[in-house]
């Protein structure tokens, strides 16, 4: 069990908006820790998709966009495409177990 | 291409040993932390370690603790994980990636990743 919570699932179709959700506590994300975001396409490794809660990489599209409210935080993705098929995991750092903590993961279903 | 290539992967038996490596290039090694991240067979992602750029600080996941050793070499530019008495749970690929640099390097999540090894322990 993760301190970060995500739905297992997800699905939208091609060129909808979808959402994933992250949800910590008054401890995490509460707390301030920054919240990121990753993609891993099946087969593949992880890649960085948000940083610093709403940063993307360079390289990244526009249609992802993360953001942060409370003890929560968010992964939007807008224009929903195909290959955007993949799970996706939240993810910070705890200070107080000097250690990175991941979210259980969302997969993403593109109908 | 900044690029993170990981080895040493393989079929160990429960209380065995193995060290994973992962070669660093095209990017200056010795200012990033730098972790290891491991994910079970149809599992999620968990992070395993983290050694501070110049080594001085080290961390682990409680799992792990006493039985892993994370260190570098940054004149080689590369990133060992030394695992001893291993466990059938601790199958998994194992991915090393970058960790930010500097005081805020927590900012930046891990921005480059390996490809993966794959240990796979038998009972």
């Known amino acids: 069990q993760s301190v970060l919570t995500q739905p297992p699932s997800v699905s939208g179709a091609p060129g909808q908006r979808v959402t994933i959700s992250c949800t910590g506590s008054?401890?995490?994300?509460?707390?301030?820790?920054?919240v990121h975001w990753y993609q891993q396409l099946p087969g593949t490794a992880p890649k960085l998709l948000i940083y610093g809660n709403s940063n993307r990489p360079s390289g990244v599209p526009g249609r992802f966009s993360g953001s942060k409210s409370g003890t929560s935080a968010s992964l939007a993705i807008t224009g929903l495409q195909a290959e955007d098929e993949a799970d996706y995991y939240c993810?910070?750092?705890?200070?107080?177990?000097?250690?990175?903590?991941f979210g259980g993961g969302t997969k993403l279903t593109v109908l | 291409e900044v690029q993170l290539v990981e080895s040493g992967g393989g079929l160990v038996q429960s209380g065995g040993s193995l060290r994973l490596s992962c070669a660093a290039s095209r990017f200056t090694f010795r200012n990033y932390w730098m972790s290891w991240v491991r994910q079970a067979p149809e599992k999620g992602l968990e992070w395993v370690a983290s050694?501070?750029?110049?080594?001085?600080?080290?961390y682990y996941v409680d799992s792990v603790k006493g039985r892993f050793t994370i260190s570098r070499d940054n004149a080689k530019n590369s990133l060992d994980l030394q695992m001893i008495s291993l466990r059938v749970e601790d199958t998994a690929v194992y991915y090393c990636a970058r960790t930010g640099s500097g005081t805020y390097y927590h900012f930046y999540g891990m921005d480059v990743w390996g490809q993966g090894t794959t240990v796979t322990v038998s009972s």
């Open positions: 993810q910070l750092y705890d200070s107080r177990l000097s250690g990175w903590v």
């Open positions: 050694i501070k750029a110049d080594g001085s600080d080290k």
């Open positions: 008054g401890s995490n994300i509460g707390a301030g820790y920054d």
